[in-house]
């Protein structure tokens, strides 16, 4: 393949992906400074007492959405497109349509945010955003999922990679779970009584667990060989674990003593043993494919996958130990869960988004990112808010529950949290700053381009007869 | 797999697997729940809430309560307890008897054993079921939360996180209106140390009228408006406090059953 026909793919992907990723950059700040908020209370109490917008119940839900929903799922849309164009070598098909989808998704979230803000949330832990926003969300991601695939189906070459298989799954996962969640439980007819907490539970652990891991690992399977220059160990391996992750994943999420028939518990603790099966796989995968690469990463994108892949087998050890009956009884009910969680969504996915992106937007665009310094320092800066954050919830959440869910005992693990949400804030500021500012120059020469067009002189043979 | 079509039949089964597990079965076991049996009782459970409670479960939702307090009480078993309700004709060999015995924490077969006993001598006894676990020794609720609890609950309300304490049980637990409206203003006022963020913008600092209205708090002096004014509760905080005294857990029932403490016939004469 020529380069010529390469830049033109990557040409192909510009407009939509920059669509996607500037509000995805955007939500991702939003997401923390709201996160930074919620996490004032535990500093002092009484800091909103006489402000409902952004006391905990309402700041805390609105945090997570707005980096769920505003930045997870568009930024890995958008990257799921290019892996699609380039796995294809083929341009970007109906590229107009990922523009729409990007505008139509991010006017939801901002619908969504500000409903859970003055109130408007529906109580269902990842599904707060009201009936009018998930139609929006929902009917944009049917659109990306639409040029994606109509991308796969042009592809040149007909084997396909591990990357596809993940990638492809996920985009028929979320419509399905999303529209179950959000027909039985936050319609006009929601199912009664705890059925609506059994699924919820079910499609909190299929988009949190499963589905950020069917396209965390897809996108690292695409970058991981790319990067190390040499091919996937192996495709047996990652196959294995494709069919045993969607297999036993699915399952988990249920929690032990839950009020409700005692089945529905049992089913989701070995499902969630068994899930050390795709663990281990994923592990040897990553491993081996890793090691023995001649390939020093310096803070680029090749660290952040690899942290990432890192941060997704201790975030898929803390599922399985959660769900194991003895130690289950001590941290239900405390931080460790929340640790699991952000672990799971800042620490495995969104470190991974980043990475894709800054390895990436230098393709698409043509032409270097502003500020490249920015990356390895960004990276230093996930990596201790991550550690910070999810270490000290951890930690706090165990203490917790030793100490008979005494609050008093938490409060400093609480408050350390708080300087890991700074450090990731400050993260995400230098990835915003990226992003816009690359955008920013791509607008000013289109502009300039245009004026020049506009203002060039007429050829001369063009007037004479 | 070799093709889109296989992936996509793949995906297909197993999301379609724990679909009908997960969410077809749930809805099918309990879609169509009614009202359940009270043991021992001719009462039905659970009963619809009043209408300012189900409002206030609607306040509970808004302000995300749900993000720190659960509302589900745990149990990791049960014991029995063997309680002497009659002496019989030869009262010392039941109190030498039962001076011997261990009556308290016992499983089925030693209930039933020392209650053999006690009946051979001609004491009479009732044997009581007693739930265990740390939620309930705590004094959180007095059996584990089952699904009839939350039968009219919409949106149900389980949370997952315990910042605060269980709420199952909190309308036992709890139950003063006036407690709970000073706990939502100014939690420190009425728990010492308290974590809880106060809940200020549910309630209205008002000047005195031509009288103080009924509803002003009585709140300590240093949590107190300035002079002439009062703090009066809006209807949404109102309505709260309806929800939070509505919750009650403390019903026996087939799937959870217990034998609710009668305080009044089983006392020690003094």
Redesign the interface.
Known sequence: MNDLSQQKIDASCRVPLLALFGGAALWLVVGLLLAVIASLTFHKPDMFADCPVLSYGHAQPAANDAILYGFCIPAALGVMLWIFARLSQTELVLPLVPIVAANIWHLGVFIGIVAILIGDSTGFAWLEFPRGSSVLLFAAFLLVAISAVATFGQRKERELYPSHWFLLAALLWFPWIYATANLLIVSGHPVRGVTQAVIGWWFANNLIFVWLSLVGLGTAFYFLPKLAGRPLQSSYFALFAFWTLILFGTWCGIPQGAPVPAWLPALSTVASSLLIVPLIAIAVIVVKTVCGADVHCKGGPFCYIKFGSAAFLLSGLMLIASACPHFSRIVQFTWFGPAQEQLQILGFFAIIICGAVYELLPRIMDFELPFPKFVRFQHWCFMLGIVLLAGSLAIGGIEQGLKNYDLATTLPFLRASTTGLLFLLLGSLLFAANIFVMTLKWKLALIKSVIAAVTAPLEVSEVKP | ????IS??I???I??G???C???LA??L???T?KQTAVLNSGDTYPVQRTGDATLGLQVY????????H?E?I???GIAFEVVLTGAGKNPDAVSNLISTLKLTGLTKEEADSANDKITAVGGKVETHLIPTG?DIS?GWGVR??????????????????????DLADAGTRLNNASWHLLHLYA?QSVVK?????????LFETRKIGDAPSPDALNLPSEFAPPAGYEVVPKPEAKQLVAYLLSLHADVPLYEAPYTPVQISTNAPAK
């Open positions: 797999m070799k093709n889109g992936v996509f793949a995906a297909f197993a999301l697997a724990s679909w597990g997960f969410v749930p809805a076991q309990l879609g729940a939702r808004a302000n995300g309560c749900a993000a720190c659960t589900q745990q149990q990791t740390a705590r584990r939360s089952v699904a009839a609890d939350y039968l009219y609950d919409s949106p149900v309300q389980l949370g997952s996180l315990r910042a605060g304490p939690p140390n308290s974590a809880m963020p106060p809940f200020r913008f």
